[in-house]
């Protein structure tokens, strides 16, 4: 891992967990990445809209936003909803999910493993996706790809051991993927809207555990079906064999 240094055409992902790694908790059986994607053209932007929304918002709020605290779906009225989502809307900032349910096939080793590997392909797609737009420009010599974990004491070690080495495979290209860690105590605007993005992502899927995948959450359809691609993916990890 290596301390955080933007420089221009670095494509920086932004990335929370949610749930528990070896699936034990059968009252949120799932493990879950979630995150947003940003490039230092906008990096100012974004930020400042978030930080806007969370000083009018939540003023009472002095620390990092919470996502299970303060941005509870079916918790906050519909205005303080509808800001929180709007600050997301940036039509530069990429949104991407993976999850791993009690009903994967896999071994409970390996389910950091392929929460790794799975989430290397999002990101990928959130990549060519940036490239599609002209948001990001991978075949610069000066392209960077740079992915921020929250800081997890008790995933640090797996990420660091699995997610090391691998590589973004973009338009013929393989670009590295460099890492870092960072605290949520900070207040990051880009690793609270993180968090926001897998905390819907998990509550989306036990929403759809009770009432079936054919619908979805309102939050989750904002973040993830009300904008085309190439910016959101999403992947619900299905019947993989361990």
């Not at 791993?100 to 389910?111: E, G, K, L, V």
């Not at 797996?158 to 993927?177: R, S, Y």
């Given at each position: 891992?290596?301390?955080?240094?933007?420089?221009?055409?670095?494509?920086?992902?932004?990335i929370?967990?949610?749930?528990?790694?070896?699936?034990?908790?059968?009252s949120h059986?799932?493990?879950?990445?979630?995150?947003?994607?940003?490039?230092?053209?906008?990096?100012?932007?974004?930020?400042?809209?978030?930080?806007?929304?969370?000083?009018?918002?939540?003023?009472?709020v002095?620390?990092?936003?919470?996502?299970?605290?303060?941005?509870?779906?079916?918790?906050?009225?519909?205005?303080?909803?509808?800001?929180?989502l709007?600050?997301?809307?940036?039509?530069?900032?990429?949104?991407?999910?993976?999850?791993?349910?009690?009903?994967?096939?896999?071994?409970?080793?390996?389910?950091?493993?392929?929460?790794?590997?799975?989430?290397a392909?999002r990101?990928a797609?959130?990549a060519?996706?940036m490239?599609?737009?002209?948001l990001?420009?991978?075949?610069?010599?000066?392209?960077?790809?740079?992915?921020?974990?929250?800081?997890?004491?008790?995933?640090?070690g797996?990420?660091?051991h699995?997610?090391?080495?691998l590589?973004?495979?973009v338009?013929?290209?393989?670009?590295?993927?460099?890492?870092?860690?960072?605290?949520?105590?900070?207040?990051?605007?880009?690793l609270?809207?993180?968090?926001?993005?897998?905390?819907?992502?998990?509550?989306?899927?036990?929403?759809?555990?009770?009432?079936?995948?054919?619908?979805?959450?309102?939050?989750?359809r904002?973040?993830?079906?009300?904008?085309?691609?190439?910016?959101a993916?999403?992947?619900e990890?299905?019947?993989?064999?361990?």
């Amino acid at each position: 891992m290596v301390d955080l240094v933007i420089e221009a055409n670095t494509l920086v992902f932004y990335i929370d967990d949610s749930g528990d790694e070896r699936l034990s908790d059968q009252s949120h059986p799932i493990f879950a990445f979630g995150g947003v994607a940003c490039t230092p053209d906008f990096h100012v932007e974004v930020a400042r809209t978030w930080q806007a929304m969370k000083s009018n918002t939540f003023p009472q709020v002095r620390g990092p936003l919470h996502a299970k605290t303060h941005l509870r779906e079916g918790k906050l009225d519909d205005a303080k909803r509808e800001a929180v989502l709007a600050a997301t809307s940036h039509y530069a900032l990429g949104r991407f999910g993976t999850i791993i349910t009690s009903d994967t096939m896999i071994a409970q080793d390996r389910i950091m493993l392929v929460g790794c590997l799975n989430l290397a392909n999002r990101l990928a797609h959130v990549a060519e996706g940036m490239a599609a737009l002209g948001l990001w420009r991978p075949a610069l010599p000066t392209r960077r790809a740079l992915a921020v974990f929250e800081h997890s004491a008790r995933l640090a070690g797996h990420i660091e051991h699995h997610f090391t080495n691998l590589a973004l495979q973009v338009g013929g290209l393989t670009i590295p993927i460099e890492g870092c860690f960072m605290p949520k105590s900070i207040a990051n605007p880009f690793l609270e809207m993180a968090d926001l993005v897998v905390n819907t992502v998990g509550r989306n899927a036990k929403y759809q555990f009770r009432h079936g995948r054919a619908d979805c959450t309102p939050n989750f359809r904002r973040l993830f079906r009300d904008v085309g691609p190439p910016l959101a993916n999403y992947l619900e990890i299905t019947h993989v064999i361990g």
